[in-house]
């Protein structure tokens, strides 16, 4: 076995970092054999003397105070309402609600009502039977139109308004 496989055992052994077993048998090898002996001799000595000179520094009384009233200085960063942006979260909210609505509106416009079999349901069909023609006519085209032009100037205001605020 090396001088250097000794010291690391004699270490864990003055340290008392190994099992119950490698102590019983590294004071044995101490007890019978010379060069354990004069290793552990020496590495005893250079422990004892590092721990005579050296003292463990204890913080001041008032550490645990100054550090809490350094923490209490500091301001806390608040909640991540600034992080969110509202406006995306309206624009998703608006994007979905104008799906959904296209998509029944769809549905509506293009449902059968004449296959029903139910004498309430065909008294609603009767009054709903021209609900595709609706969609077809130059009147609808209008109002989609006019719909457009609103919605761009809604939008060129809130642009506007954002515009300013950022300035």
């Not at 496989?5 to 119950?20: A, H, P, V």
């Amino acid at each position: 076995m090396s001088s250097e496989e000794i010291e690391i055992q004699l270490w864990e052994y003055i340290d008392g970092t190994c099992s119950e077993a490698d102590k019983a048998r590294i004071s044995g090898l101490i007890a019978s054999n010379s060069t354990w002996s004069a290793h552990f001799k020496q590495l005893s000595a250079i422990h004892a003397s590092i721990a005579g000179n050296m003292e463990q520094e204890q913080p001041s009384m008032r550490f645990t105070k100054n550090v809490m009233d350094t923490i209490a200085a500091t301001h806390i960063a608040p909640a991540t309402s600034k992080y969110i942006n509202k406006g995306i979260i309206k624009g998703i909210a608006a994007f979905f609600i104008v799906t959904l609505t296209t998509i029944l509106g769809y549905a509506l416009a293009t449902a059968n009502y004449k296959t029903t079999s139910s004498p309430v349901l065909s008294a609603v069909t009767n009054t709903l039977s021209d609900a595709g023609s609706l969609f077809n006519g130059p009147v609808f085209n209008i109002i989609i139109g006019v719909n457009v032009v609103l919605l761009l100037l809604l939008l060129d205001t809130v642009l506007r308004k954002q515009k300013q605020a950022w300035k």
